[in-house]
């Protein structure tokens, strides 16, 4: 099954992608941001630390090499091939249990069209956590499950997902305000993948992606984002 295409940060630029006129300046934009999650160790709960680096413009991109202050180096890779967006994250496997490094990343970017841009972003260590449990009840009547959780503070906006176990996702939320600690998915509503029917009794990950914005921007200026997962059976 396809994926969906998550939500990306650079939704202010499809205004720009609607033509792209030769005399059009190449002109991209970079963001770097810590992600956070939590892993079960020995019946403990631990949260750990991952990064996000992320570049999007209004031509189709090349390369994007990435440099943080501690000299580590990233290849940034186009999203879902799509190559107006550009994207890294930490392997799951890779985070820990410590911070990213803090401090300037640069980014060297290079459009097909052989334009360049050195841009940079800062890296704080300001971040939002996981919610607590997902919890959820589901109404056999009206084939839907509403997803309840603790408000995750400091939140801009939330995303909700679902995955079968084989990780292919399934449905994506439209944007949720962040303070929002509820959410009813409805086997007839919208969001899920084309064709798509949750079938009863199979598992499936819930997952919250919640996000904060840098402070004083908004639309693609990430300060965090925190990822909460729970399983569920739909139908029970």
């Known amino acids: 099954m396809k994926k969906i295409i998550p939500i990306a940060v650079s939704v202010l630029m499809i205004g720009l992608l ?3 006129p030769e005399e059009v300046a190449f002109d991209p934009a970079a963001d770097v941001f810590v992600i956070t999650k939590t892993v ?25 090499d990435v440099t943080g202050d501690d000299d580590e180096t990233y290849d940034l890779e186009s999203f879902e091939g799509y190559p107006y967006d550009f994207y890294y994250q ?13 401090g300037s990343y640069s980014f060297d970017i290079v459009a097909q069209s052989g334009e360049t841009s050195m841009l940079s972003d800062n890296l704080s260590d300001d971040v939002i ?30 995303i909700v997902k679902m ?16 303070d929002k600690e509820e959410y009813t998915i409805s086997a007839s509503g919208s969001g899920w993948a084309s064709g798509f029917q949750p079938a009863d009794g199979t598992t499936y990950i ?10 004083g ?8 984002k925190s990822i909460s997962v729970d399983p569920v059976i739909w139908g029970e």
């Open 90 to 102: 930490t392997p799951d496997n890779q985070f820990a249990s410590e911070m990213p490094s803090g």
């Open 40 to 64: 079960e160790t020995e019946n403990e709960v631990d949260t750990v630390y991952g990064l996000a680096l992320h570049a999007f413009a209004n031509k189709p991109m090349q390369s994007v």
């Open 129 to 158: 956590y996981p919610t607590d449990t997902i919890k959820y009840e589901f109404d056999d009547t009206q084939d839907k499950m509403k997803l309840t959780w603790t408000e995750i503070e400091d939140a801009d906006y939330l």
């Open 217 to 224: 921007q908004s639309g693609v200026n990430l300060q965090a």
């Open 206 to 215: 819930v997952q919250i992606d919640a996000f904060k914005y840098e402070s």
């Open 18 to 20: 609607a033509c792209e």
């Open 163 to 178: 995955f079968e176990e084989d990780d292919d996702q399934v449905f994506q939320s439209s944007s949720l305000l962040g």
